[in-house]
């Protein structure tokens, strides 16, 4: 039986980074959070002191993802943020990495029966046939908020007003590149979590993804 695959789109912290893992863990499926790996290639061409901008230099970094890196903290950094997008919107970083992601979701590491990927184009462009598609978003403002917080959280001094513009900043830039911009697929379904907390999202998302496995025989 193929992989089931559920694909989980939408913008920076719209509560999909809290939900992907939560819903791998209890259907024991594998999970693999995607922005991780524009993260890493945004990374090494910042410790390298290069232009994220520079296509060449980009699709070098895409190329060369050692998976260890993809846990690595210093990819959570705000400015790794930034330029994560900016090489998001290159076309041959996209392609450099889209074979790791598709063979993720064929060939879940592990014995798990189906793979979550979550992302920004998982149910447009990697995995287009995946059983479930989800859309999960958030107002500016509320994103704003739950970004704020994580980041004091882990440490770092911040304030709402930058962290509001970088998200405006990312938004743009990822909604309005020409290749596989941000965008909820035409199945997906869409869960606005402004009002939600993470327990309710769960909850609507697993119903969900329930009812699916079952009308797939699983
Ligand atoms: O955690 P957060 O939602 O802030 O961002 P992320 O999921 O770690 O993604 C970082 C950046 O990678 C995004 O702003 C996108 O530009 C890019 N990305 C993408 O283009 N396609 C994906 N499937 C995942 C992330």
């Known amino acids: 039986m193929p992989a089931f695959v559920i694909a989980i789109d939408g913008p920076a912290a719209s509560g999909k980074g809290t939900l992907a893992p939560r819903l791998a863990a209890h259907f024991n499926f594998a999970h693999l959070d995607t922005g991780r790996l524009y993260r890493a290639a945004a990374f090494l061409v910042l410790q390298k002191g290069g232009n994220p901008a520079d296509p060449a230099i980009a699709e070098a970094a895409a190329r060369r993802i050692d998976p260890i890196l993809l846990d690595d903290p210093r990819l959570l950094r705000e400015e790794v943020a930034q330029a994560s997008s900016v090489v998001a919107a290159i076309p041959a970083v996209r392609t450099a990495l889209l074979a790791f992601q598709r063979d993720f979701a064929a060939h879940p590491p592990g014995s798990a029966g189906g793979a979550v990927l979550d992302g920004r184009d998982i149910g447009t462009t990697v995995c287009p046939d995946a059983a479930v598609k989800l859309f999960v978003t ?11 917080r994580e980041l004091r959280e882990s440490g770092a001094t911040a304030i709402y007003r930058d962290v509001l513009q970088d998200m405006m900043e990312r938004d743009a830039r990822d909604s309005e590149r020409r290749v596989a911009p941000l965008a909820a697929a035409p199945d997906a379904v869409t869960i606005d979590t402004t009002r939600l907390d993470a327990d309710q999202v769960f909850e609507l998302a697993s119903g969900l993804i329930a009812r699916a496995l079952a009308a797939h025989g699983h």
Do not use: D, G, P, V
């Open 138 to 148: 958030a107002s500016l403002e509320a994103r704003a908020k739950r970004r704020l």
